[in-house]
């Protein structure tokens, strides 16, 4: 498969204001400065990026100066002693990053020194797609073939591939996502066989970094066939640390669901693997409240078998629509439940809506009516709840008085 690339992206791409003033600043006798990297890649493929790189043979301390020289630019050092300086400019933020040559690694730092040489800088990046670099007069250098690579879908690593994975080992991951959302085709075999030779690697990683890499991943268009293949190979379960629901994260992804439920579309199954997982990977308290939900709604669904209007209308009520809705389409194909059309009209009608049943009951409901505060309240709004999913959670005011009715028989 090749695809066809688009040489006028490029010039799109250096005729952005912020591009602009950013390369007027920095052109000085003797020095040279380009734009590097992703914003190169996906101008290439007519994508508009948002997020602009450049190389330069300045040092950061001549970026600063350049910067406050000029009008409009603001300089923020977020990583100078890394050589990078963040520019502030009416496109948003653009990191200006002085050449470097890796001295020594150890698959999770590099030890840098400041260069000159952007062939040296090509080559110590990862993947020939990502070594492209552009010019401010439009010149397009691409010292390792990755121009034919992205017009071809093919993902490679620079040179040798159990080099650069020695070098940091999240490029393990890298490799999945970018052939995920670049490649055509099957991985490429040398940097496959490298990364599951280097899977011991993964557990040195900070779990906050394979987190966010393997979000990306399972969000990439060909999420799920690269998910298949770290099954396949065994590195899946050195993420995770459990096996996978394939066909579950394929609908997930189909369905447009975002890349946390993907991930408990993929791996959770029950309670305790949403808490291993936040464990694994230091998800977020949000993140790991999407995965309990989750495994919530498949505790009640657990032996189903049909799933009708006043179950639905229940399970939305207990769960929240959204978080049902996401696990019907997760499930959807599986023998069990089989939702009837009943259940489907019912959380249509929901979503019009806008919004899961809401109890028509409130402990101020049964104070009013005489009861005390204290326990009998509580137990008496727990009673009439039952009930009222047990209905299918009717709100109209017959019900609503039927169900007050329970509570103070409960509470007294």
């Known amino acids: 498969m090749s695809r066809a690339l688009d040489p006028t992206g490029l010039s799109a791409l250096l005729e952005r204001p912020g591009v602009r003033r950013v390369l007027a ?3 000085a006798p003797g020095a040279e400065t380009r734009l590097v990297g992703g914003c190169v890649r996906d101008a290439l493929l007519g994508a508009q990026t948002a997020d602009i790189d450049m190389a330069t043979t300045h040092r950061p301390e001549a970026v600063m100066r350049a910067a406050q020289r000029a009008h409009g630019l603001k300089a923020v050092p977020t990583g100078i002693e890394h050589g990078t300086v963040t520019l502030v400019t009416e ?9 470097r040559e890796d001295v020594e690694t150890d698959g999770r730092h590099a030890v840098v020194r400041f260069g000159t040489d952007f062939l040296r800088d090509a080559e110590r990046r990862d993947f020939t797609v990502n070594a492209l670099s552009l010019g401010a007069d439009g010149s397009l250098h691409d010292p390792v073939g990755g121009r034919p690579d992205l017009a071809a879908g093919r993902v490679r690593f620079i040179g040798d591939p159990a080099t ?4 940091d080992a999240l490029r393990i991951l890298r490799f999945f996502r970018f052939h995920a959302r670049f ?6 075999a040398a940097a496959l066989a490298a990364c599951v030779a280097a899977r011991d690697s993964l557990d040195r990683l900070s779990r906050e970094r394979v987190r966010a890499e393997f979000l990306k991943l399972l969000a990439a268009p060909g999420g799920p066939a690269l998910v298949t293949t770290l099954s396949a ?4 379960a050195r993420i995770t640390g459990g096996v996978g629901e394939l066909g579950r994260l394929a609908r997930a992804a189909g369905a447009g669901l975002p890349p946390v439920k993907r991930l408990a579309a993929l791996a959770v199954g029950a309670r305790h693997d949403a808490d291993r997982l936040r464990e694994r990977l230091r998800l977020s308290k949000s993140e790991h409240g999407h995965l309990l939900g989750y495994a919530e709604v498949l505790a009640d669904l657990h032996g189903c078998a ?5 179950a639905a209308r229940a399970l939305a009520a207990r769960h929240g629509l959204s978080c049902l809705a996401d696990t019907l389409a997760i499930l959807a194909g599986e023998p069990r439940p089989a939702v009837t059309e009943a259940a489907r009209a019912a959380l249509r009608a929901l979503e019009g809506e806008g919004a899961s049943p809401a109890f028509p009951l409130a402990g101020a409901d049964l104070v009013a009516a ?6 009998g309240i ?19 005011a017959a019900a609503r008085a039927d169900l007050l009715a329970r509570a103070l028989e409960s509470a007294r």
Do not use: M
Not at 164 to 167: C, H, M, N
Not at 370 to 375: E, L, S, Y
């Open 306 to 310: 049909v799933l009708d209007a006043v």
């Open 164 to 167: 650069r994975i020695r070098e």
């Open 91 to 99: 496109d948003g933020p653009i990191e200006v990053t002085t050449l």
């Open 370 to 375: 005489g009861v005390a505060p204290g326990p």
């Open 25 to 27: 600043a920095l052109d």
């Open 378 to 396: 509580g137990r008496g709004l727990a009673a009439a709840r039952k009930v009222w999913l047990e209905r299918g959670c009717p709100t109209d």
């Open 233 to 236: 190979t065994g590195l899946l």
């Open 183 to 188: 490649g055509a085709g099957a991985p490429d």
